[in-house]
């Protein structure tokens, strides 16, 4: 017996991997969203943060494009860039998810 919901187990199998994309893209557009807001914010830390995320690399650099330099079109460029990549991958993603579980793979 299926561990899925009742609902879930009645949708489309053709929506599935539709839905696995507007997840993603919609999860990468907010943390992208999210990570641009810190940088805005508090660009020091977020910079020293960075530093250590990335075994130091140094992003001192970018300490020299202060806040005001951030331009509104290229943030929300970025972001449809970003979003629609995601939901590509994920579409991707979700419709191999649903190959690889076909009963007719494992038989």
Known sequence: MSTLPLALQREAPASQPLRTGIALAVTV???YSLCTLAWLVAPGPFMAFM???FHG???APLLKLKASSF???GFVWALLVMSVWAFLAGTFFGWLRQRLNAK???E
Do not use: M, N, W
């Open 51 to 53: 530093d250590s995320l």
């Open 57 to 59: 690399l140094t992003f």
């Open 104 to 106: 007719d793979f494992i």
């Open 29 to 31: 557009a907010l943390f």
């Open 71 to 73: 331009s509104l079109s």
